[in-house]
């Protein structure tokens, strides 16, 4: 059992919702708490408190960094929460992430992972804070980059500065970049699946769609979710030796192999079984609420 702290852009993009309902339909993850990144992060704290609550879960949700450490702008879709009414009646924690994060990691030391699945900006602001942070997270699990090639993932691209923080500050970190996750998808037949599985799924479903809508697709890239699912079920991926990675201005990542770095980039993934594992989870989250409590398909609109 891992104890686990996630740390999210939730609302923009649906797979750090996915991300979100997939830990807390996996058995092998305890969920201490969710902190919140990048933008309005009440709002997105709010959102994390909502989707819990959908799945009967009570979780502490802590907002924090609002403004990036590069000082790029913040992209937003729009979108965010809009699909969700009484967004302000979610109650979230008043006090700030990375102090939040500096705290935990002090009460257990070497204990907790750290899932970062937005810009790093917390984690960066955290270590700066208390240098100690990077001997005491167990394990620092990344979705960024895209190694092999000059593209420029939005995580690392949004906050460059805090990835390049982050990622030389020798915590032992798994990233799972863009050239991983690009070969995962979710389409239609595993919506239907996850739209069924209460009123997490239903809420999940719609929010699903909604992205789809965005970009004019009836698919997508679960990027956060796989990232998670390296932590799970690590035998569906293979992995590198550990190196170093170095971050350019704009977000380019490059990893070099060495044996006295910490960092390990994932580099091959069974996608079929991933999208498989991935979308049972996120049923097991919302079907695990919603059988104590009655639901049935005919309850849902």
Do not use: C
Not at 48 to 73: C, F, N, W
Not at 186 to 212: K, T, Y
Not at 256 to 272: H, K, L, M, N, Y
Request: hydrophobic residues 45%.
């Amino acid at each position: 059992m891992h104890q686990l702290i996630l740390d999210t852009d939730i609302g923009s993009d649906v797979d750090d919702a996915m991300a979100l309902a997939q830990i807390m339909g996996s058995p092998d993850l305890e969920l201490l708490e969710v902190h919140t990144v990048y933008g309005d992060t009440r709002l997105r704290a709010q959102l994390a408190r909502r989707y819990a609550a959908l799945a009967g879960r009570d979780l502490v949700v802590v907002p924090g960094a609002v403004e990036t450490l590069s000082g790029r702008e913040v992209w937003w879709a729009g979108h965010e929460g809009t699909l969700h009414d009484d967004l302000e009646r979610e109650s979230v924690r008043s006090d700030s992430a990375p102090e939040r994060l500096v705290a935990r990691l002090r009460e257990q030391p070497g204990e907790l992972d750290v899932a970062a699945i937005g810009p790093l900006t917390n984690v960066a602001k955290a270590l700066q804070l208390e240098p100690q942070v990077a001997g005491w997270i167990r394990h620092l699990w990344v979705m960024g980059g895209s190694f092999g090639d000059d593209k420029s993932e939005h995580n690392f691209k949004s906050d460059d500065l805090a990835a390049q923080i982050v990622l030389s500050a020798g915590i032992p970190t798994t990233i799972t970049g863009l050239e991983i996750t690009q070969q995962v998808t979710i389409e239609a037949s595993r919506l239907e699946r996850i739209r069924a599985a209460g009123p997490l799924g239903a809420a999940l479903g719609a929010d699903i769609e909604q992205w789809w809508a965005y970009w004019s697709e009836t698919w997508n890239v679960p990027h956060d979710p796989v990232a998670v699912l390296a932590l799970s079920r690590p035998e569906l991926f293979t992995f590198s030796d550990v190196g170093r990675v170095t971050i350019a201005v704009g977000g380019q990542s490059t990893f070099t192999p060495d044996p006295d770095g910490s960092v390990r980039i994932v580099t091959g993934v069974d996608a079929e079984q991933v999208a498989e594992e991935i979308t049972a989870r996120i049923v097991v989250a919302g079907q695990a609420y919603a059988a104590p409590h009655g639901e049935s398909d005919a309850d849902r609109t």
